[in-house]
């Protein structure tokens, strides 16, 4: 027997044993699963997409940078990590939640561990609020016994019937365990546009008094945005067990956007559909869209929502 066709058969063997071992499973190498391979945080990932493609939200980019990297860094967390994301139309919230998804799931929006509600979709009928209760505290807790590391969005939080979210109120808390099922390592967001009024409000004081945007901090938002919160009468929150029972881990403020984060989102799509990004094309479209405070002009109706279809008829 050759010696050297040996070595390398015996070093073949022995990797494919290893593989073998490391996959008892050989279809999960290639098929989605809740292990490690699949869903494990890319922290430089998330950083290097909050910096270079999420725009004006200094705060909420730093926020949820520390957040996401604190508790998936935790092998023992003691809560699921609830993130409730607050502003004004178009500023990036749903955008953000998929940079989450996208450097954490290998599949990103795609995983089947990663699940999207929306309001309007999935819960449309006040009549049948006691069956949405049930399905969804079995929806949820099917797909965590099935992966801890799940992630769940909650989209339109303000068109959703106050009381619905308290029925998950257990699954956000400190328990160790609920029927045998661990809750501490799934993650939650909560998407809505209540509170904006306020964070507008403060950006519009900033603007005004000649300040710099990135001096906003989070405590010249807080305690306004979270009063906002409970106390809106149209949306999930109101006055929910969640926010009094500090449930919540993170406040998260988005901004409003301005003319330069509109060019800067134009540039963006541009890039994104392979085209050379042209400032005098992100100029046009950035132009087209209207702007308030009437008199000031500061901030985009709709942020950067409308840009895709601008950019179709530009380009
Ligand atoms: N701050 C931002 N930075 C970069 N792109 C953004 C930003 N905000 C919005 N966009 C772009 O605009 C699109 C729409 O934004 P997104 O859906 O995240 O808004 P939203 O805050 O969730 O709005 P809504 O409250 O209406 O659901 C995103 O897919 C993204 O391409």
């Not at 071992?21 to 999960?28: E, L």
């Not at 029972?245 to 403020?253: A, G, H, I």
Request: hydrophobic share 40%.
């Amino acid at each position: 027997i050759e010696p050297i066709s040996t070595t390398i058969a015996v070093g073949m063997a022995a990797t494919l044993t290893a593989f073998l071992a490391s996959y008892p499973n050989i279809f999960n190498y290639f098929h989605e699963c809740c292990r490690p391979e699949w869903i494990s945080l890319n922290r430089t990932g998330l950083q290097v997409d909050l910096e270079n493609k999420l725009f004006g939200q200094h705060i909420a980019s730093r926020i949820i940078l520390k957040a996401v990297n604190g508790f998936m860094s935790n092998s023992n967390p003691k809560k699921p990590l609830v993130l409730s994301l607050h502003g004004w139309t178009g500023t990036g919230k749903n955008f953000v939640s998929q940079l989450i998804a996208e450097n954490i799931y290998r599949e990103g929006m795609d995983s089947s561990f990663v699940h999207v509600f929306t309001s309007t979709l999935h819960f449309p009928h006040k009549s049948q609020i006691d069956t949405y209760k049930s399905q969804l505290q079995q929806w949820i807790k099917g797909n965590i016994t099935n992966c801890e590391r799940s992630m769940f969005i909650f989209d339109e939080m303000d068109k959703m019937h106050p009381g619905l979210i308290d029925s998950i109120k257990p699954y956000l808390d400190y328990y160790e365990r609920l029927d045998g099922v661990s809750y501490r390592k799934a993650i939650f967001i909560f998407l809505s546009n209540t509170g904006g009024d306020s964070i507008i409000q403060t950006a519009l004081d900033f603007w005004q008094a000649g300040r710099n945007r990135e001096e906003i901090e989070l405590k010249d938002l807080e305690t306004s945005l979270s009063l906002s919160v409970f106390n809106n009468k149209q949306g999930g929150f109101f006055q929910t067990s969640l926010i009094d029972k500090n449930l919540v881990d993170f406040f998260v403020p988005f901004l409003p956007l301005e003319y330069q984060h509109v060019v800067q989102c134009a540039m963006a799509e541009m890039k994104a559909r392979g085209l050379q990004p042209r400032r005098e094309i992100a100029d046009m479209v950035a132009k087209d869209l209207v702007y308030f405070p009437k008199s000031e002009r500061v901030f985009s109706v709709k942020g950067c929502k409308t840009i895709e279809s601008k950019l179709d008829y530009y380009t």
